[in-house]
């Protein structure tokens, strides 16, 4: 068994540098640049930066007794060793994938279709049950849906995003400074969707309603040592619907990925497999950036990696649910 030993294992240094990944750097605003672009050439699922060249005000930290340090250090590390944990379970197994599977092993001979994997992989177009046609159908028609800041629903929508978001305060005009505080990028928040749609709009509403403690502590970056300049709540969150739209390839009319199909078959057995998978990506996303690190600028790879992260988590074998994936341990209703 000494040949056991020469087999590199993916993720170890994630063990090594564990500790290595709470350290924190602290991020100003270089040369005072607050205003500076950044490219986006490199991520195609996006038509144009959502976190471009707008106006930002940082949210305000607030004050925090001893108490609340002492509670967020224990989530901290919970949620650090989450992370962790669901990374190296990923590479794990697609480490192990490609042992088994792969096209010089006895497996991989006889299967030859099962040894490609990646971009390679010719896969074929899934047979999808009445049930599955129907509800991806019903969630194409939501993916559909502009977002009009002229119409009444779409209107109370944002209303009720504030009220979950802030209960108890008031509820300030639909066109108001007040709405830079969630992360919008200016005073009316309607003019931040862009290509993102109503369905953007409907995920935060949902990972609001759904997974609350999680929701009030990644609009307020109660987790880990925040950047000085944060990504802007909201905004990421049109950002993350865009990515898994993306992803999971429902802007076309075939599925062709491996994340695509894994998705519908997710869907058969959760009609909300969309929503309930953006509430993940989302908390995933906020563990990527405190593990890397990361300022405003960097948002964009951030975002890339919660991508790639998420597509191996979707490819772990015994995942037959959003639930069953390792980073929603991450959620806290």
Request: net charge negative; aromatic share 10%; charged share 25%.
């Amino acid at each position: 068994m000494t040949w056991l030993a020469s087999i590199p294992f993916p993720g170890l240094n994630l063990i090594m540098s564990a500790k290595t990944l709470r350290r924190r750097l602290h991020h100003g605003d270089v040369d005072g640049r607050r205003e500076e672009n950044f490219d986006t050439s490199g991520y195609d699922s996006l038509n144009e930066p959502l976190l471009g060249s707008h106006e930002h005000d940082d949210m305000p930290a607030g004050g925090r007794t001893l108490d609340d340090i002492w509670n967020s250090e224990g989530r901290r590390e919970h949620l650090h060793w989450t992370f962790i944990l669901s990374q190296l379970i990923a590479e794990w197994a697609q480490w192990l994938a490609n042992i088994v599977l792969g096209s010089g092993s006895l497996i991989g001979r006889f299967l030859p279709f099962a040894a490609q994997s990646g971009s390679n992989r010719n896969l074929l177009h899934p047979y999808l049950s009445p049930l599955q046609e129907e509800r991806l159908g019903n969630l194409r028609r939501r993916l559909g849906v502009p977002f009009d800041g002229s119409q009444v629903e779409h209107q109370d929508a944002l209303k009720l995003l504030w009220r979950l978001a802030y209960p108890g305060r008031e509820l300030p005009e639909l066109k108001s400074e007040l709405w830079k505080e969630m992360g919008w990028q200016g005073s009316d928040p309607s003019t931040d969707f862009r290509g993102g749609g109503f369905i953007s709009l409907e995920n935060l509403i949902f990972f609001a309603k759904k997974f609350p403690d999680s929701f009030q502590r990644l609009l307020h970056k109660k987790d880990g040592n925040r950047a000085e300049w944060e990504y802007p709540f909201a905004i990421a969150g049109i950002n993350i619907s865009f990515m898994l739209i993306q992803m999971l390839g429902l802007q076309t009319g075939k599925l062709s990925t491996p994340a695509g199909i894994k998705f519908v078959e997710l869907l058969a057995g959760d009609e909300m497999a969309f929503d309930n998978l953006y509430c993940v990506a989302f908390q995933m996303m906020d563990a990527q950036w405190l593990a890397k690190r990361a300022s405003y600028m960097e948002f964009n790879e951030v975002l890339k990696s919660t991508r790639t992260q998420l597509e191996r988590e979707l490819a772990l074998e015994d995942v037959r649910s959003v639930k069953d994936l390792p980073a929603y341990n991450m959620l806290t209703g």
